[in-house]
């Protein structure tokens, strides 16, 4: 079973990333505007989620300091409006909450092992055409340690849709321009595609980190020993597997 509530949710944020990226403009008074109607999508697409808001507040102030990181100081990456604009720290928000609400749909489960080696397949193949066509050196050894983190993952589910929701946001956002990738990587001098194909990298490295803070250790062996019994009930906390 899909919760209706959840196919408001995926749906909601399909139609509303793209329609806020495109709307995108200079300026602290739209940057705040922005900012404040994502926050406000957040709240009412999770009031009723399953995901822990503690979950939520980490995903959003681990993934603010990353892009800080990434984009100021690495330089992977620069926005075309501000230099982080003000409704990236929801939006991240946004993203996590909508992977671990996946991986917690009954009818979404069922089907992991159709799932997980669709994506696994597709990402592949993504990686090994942006290296032969554009030469994403980048995005193919993010793309090989994406594959490591999936497959070694207790959550395949989880990881596999935050890798799709990625590669969506990141299409979407550099077709109209809202951000682009740095096509030789500062102090590696690999090239990267615009996006790179491993991207999705982040965000599960972000999920790992989340749930590594927020969730206790012993109930994430406790659900991974759950897991391998073949029991097939849902975790408490979703994500709970993700670095077990």
């Known amino acids: ?104 749909q009954d009818g979404i489960r069922q089907r992991e092992r159709v799932i997980v080696p669709g994506v696994l397949v597709a990402g592949t193949l993504l990686a090994v055409i942006n290296l032969i066509m554009r030469g994403d050196t980048w995005g193919f050894l993010w793309w090989a340690i994406v594959l490591m983190l999936i497959r070694s993952s207790g959550n395949r589910l989880m990881l596999s849709a935050c890798f799709v929701y990625t590669m969506y946001l990141e299409w979407v956002g550099t077709a109209i321009g809202n951000w682009y990738w740095n096509p030789y990587v500062p102090f590696v001098g690999l090239h990267s595609a615009n996006p790179p194909a491993g991207v999705g990298i982040l965000y599960i490295l972000l999920d790992m980190i989340v749930v590594a803070l927020t969730v206790p250790r012993t109930q994430r062996k406790s659900t991974k020993g759950t897991e391998e019994v073949g029991v097939s009930e849902s975790p408490t906390n979703p994500g709970a597997e993700a670095v077990a």
Do not use: C, N
């Open 1 to 104: 079973m899909i919760e209706r509530r959840f196919v408001a949710f995926a749906v909601g944020t399909a139609v509303f990333i793209p329609a806020l990226l495109t709307i995108d403009r200079d300026g602290l008074v739209p940057q705040l505007a922005f900012a404040a109607i994502t926050f406000t999508f957040l709240f009412a697409s999770t009031y009723r989620s399953r995901v822990p808001r503690l979950q939520i507040l980490a995903a959003i102030l681990v993934a603010t300091l990353g892009e800080m990181f990434l984009s100021l100081v690495w330089g992977l990456y620069g926005y075309k409006h501000f230099l982080i604009p003000l409704y990236v720290p929801p939006g991240h928000g946004i993203f996590y909450a909508l992977a671990a609400e996946t991986a917690e």
